[in-house]
Nanobody
């Protein structure tokens, strides 16, 4: 069982920045990937970005050049720095992790945090 605690998010004007944090209850070295998904009203949940254990990253085309994922191996946390935010970035953002060796679920989700970008 992996617990994820998200923080950050909120209301920001277009062009502004926000930083999301996600702290895991396990060592990040036990996780194959850590990342962020988002779900806007009426839309399916979609991947935003993730980072693999060896540091490779994947960014959705819509956020390339604006969002940056990073991690802290001491705090077992992953962060999402979001710059140049657009109204279309408005969504609930979810932290997602996948254990290297699943003993329970194959993936775990954070509780979600609302990001609202006003025009």
């Amino acid at each position: 069982q992996v617990q994820l605690v998200e923080s950050g998010g909120g209301l920001v004007q277009a062009g502004g920045s926000l930083r999301l944090s996600c702290a895991a209850s396990v060592s990040i070295f036990s996780l194959s990937t850590m990342g962020w998904y988002r779900q806007a009203p009426g839309n399916q949940r979609e991947v935003v970005v993730y980072i693999t254990l060896d540091g490779n990253t994947y960014y959705a085309d819509s956020v390339k050049g604006r969002f940056t994922i990073s991690r802290d191996t001491v705090k077992n946390a992953v962060y999402l720095q979001m710059n140049s935010l657009k109204p279309e970035d408005t969504a609930v953002f979810y932290c997602n992790v996948r254990p290297r060796i699943p003993t329970g679920a194959s993936e775990y989700w954070g509780q979600g945090t609302q990001v609202t970008v006003s025009s």
